[in-house]
T-cell receptor
Framework: EDKVVQSPLSLVVHEGDTVTLNCSYEVTNFRSLLWYKQEKKAPTFLFMLTSSGIEKKSGRLSSILDKKELFSILNITATQTGDSAVYLCAVDPGSGNTPLVFGKGTRLSVIA | DAGVIQSPRHEVTEMGQEVTLRCKPISGHNSLFWYRQTMMRGLELLIYFNNNVPIDDSGMPEDRFSAKMPNASFSTLKIQPSEPRDSAVYFC?????????????FGPGTRLTVL
């Protein structure tokens, strides 16, 4: 059974801290790994990773994939209260018509 | 583009009542997904359609749940009869399958409360 495991389940940090969120996966086939941010409403897309070792970056957020060790990390530097959200990791198990497999998410709370 | 549209945004109903949730996917997207999200279980895939055809409904919890997609621009998720444990946020998402890029775009969700 395809599985995505995220850790930690929740995290509370102070503004300005750097956080690392983890996502490990076991899937029969792998095409890509996606990170989503979910605030009060629906998940919104952050990154899609397909190749090992290539960092994707958007402002203070960055992510990297290790296809050998089957994990990805999402880094947020200089956190702000607006970064408070649930961060979801999902894996596309490939073949074009298969759904994403989601982890349970990491709830990040950034306090002033 | 209006994005994925869901209605209603909130619904409060009594146990035993029928609930119908509606979704309009993004135009041109040919895959549609229904998810349920709770604090305890996270985001769970209930069913997904490809080109209006249900592909996998193994996530549908019970026979009380049913989903239809009569055309490319509309889908419904029905719960009959509803129970308190069905209370959750129900998300609809769509994507353009058949391409390498499988990003799913989520609707705003329907928050269902069954009393």
């Amino acid at each position: 059974e395809d599985k995505v495991v995220q850790s930690p389940l929740s995290l509370v940090v102070h503004e300005g801290d750097t956080v690392t969120l983890n996502c490990s996966y076991e899937v029969t086939n792998f095409r890509s790994l996606l990170w989503y941010k979910q605030e009060k409403k629906a998940p919104t897309f952050l990154f899609m990773l397909t190749s090992s070792g290539i960092e994707k970056k958007s402002g203070r957020l960055s992510s990297i994939l290790d296809k050998k060790e089957l994990f990805s990390i999402l880094n947020i530097t200089a956190t702000q209260t607006g970064d408070s959200a649930v961060y979801l990791c999902a894996v596309d198990p490939g073949s074009g018509n298969t759904p994403l497999v989601f982890g349970k998410g990491t709830r990040l709370s950034v306090i002033a | 583009d209006a994005g994925v549209i869901q209605s209603p945004r909130h619904e409060v109903t009594e146990m035993g009542q029928e609930v119908t949730l509606r979704c309009k996917p993004i135009s041109g997207h040919n895959s549609l997904f229904w998810y349920r999200q709770t604090m305890m279980r996270g985001l769970e895939l209930l069913i997904y359609f490809n080109n209006n055809v249900p592909i996998d409904d193994s996530g549908m919890p019970e026979d009380r749940f049913s989903a239809k997609m009569p055309n490319a621009s509309f889908s419904t998720l029905k719960i009959q009869p509803s129970e308190p444990r069905d209370s959750a946020v129900y998300f609809c998402a769509s994507s353009k399958s058949g391409t390498f890029y499988n990003e799913q775009f989520f609707g705003p969700g329907t928050r269902l409360t069954v009393l």
